[in-house]
DNA sequence: CAAACAAGTGAGCACATGTTCATATGAATA
DNA sequence: TATTCATATGAACATGTGCTCACTTGTTTG
């Protein structure tokens, strides 16, 4: 009666319970889920994509963003709300201007491997 | 005229002409972006990082899978599909039973380093 | 102060996505 | 062969998401 072992362990004879078993007492915890599904859902959008791919190459304002992708800037707001939100990216105000930078060298790092990922195959 | 640097380029006078030419020029392509958005897209749903982080593990069949998640076995066939498609889980049949392992080693690396990002706040 | 402008935001809409339910397929077993 | 079971799949539904549009905020500048 330790992990949660009993609960709904199915009816099904599916076997391989002591794989469950071990697989179970090392799950990941939901809050660690949530954050990784969260990062990683905030990476997975094309255009959001394409804005930190921006930002990896130095300071931009919304204005000059939405520039370069060709977006207007209150979708690009919009994005950038989310990305600050989630610490991806860090924001510097200076005048009428509210310049853009990546929060943190993790987030390169995560984008230049998934990058890898897609370039071999 | 050389890289679609007038198209569309806004009538604002926003600023910044020479940063906007500058990261127009390395701007990811759209296949890449496509291919990264769809990758990380793939990883930012909390069942399949549960289901991935299971298969971390070793080998389980769909039903362990299921078992080990409390959720029903047609959402976890469903989610695999997906995963087998975009070549992050192998599937090798065995009678009735069908296991999955994760298909290369850069799923691995990115799901690592997105956890340590998680984390690390 | 008024006009211009960069940026942010809420509502609404179209579309994507995850789950369930019913059913199909295909292999083991009685 | 008929049944049982693991897995797969399509349709339907509810929810989530990204965009646009209209508008606000706050700052600069005429």
């Avoid at 060709?70 to 919009?78: E, I, K, L, Q």
Wanted: proline residues 0%.
């Amino acid at each position: 009666m330790n992990n949660a072992t009993e609960l709904d362990v199915c009816e099904k004879q599916c076997l391989h319970q002591d794989r469950i078993e071990r697989v179970r007492g090392a799950m990941l915890d939901d809050r660690a889920a949530e954050g990784l599904a969260e990062i990683f859902g905030l990476l997975g959008d094309r255009t959001r994509v394409l804005i930190l791919h921006a930002l990896s190459q130095g300071e931009l304002c919304v204005c000059d963003i939405s520039a370069v992708l060709g977006a207007t800037s209150s979708a690009v707001s919009h994005q950038l709300r989310l990305l600050r939100t989630a610490k991806l990216v860090k924001a510097r105000k200076e005048g009428k201007n509210v310049f853009y930078t990546l929060d943190d060298e993790h987030v390169r790092q995560l984008f230049a491997q998934g990058l890898e990922h897609v370039l071999e195959r």
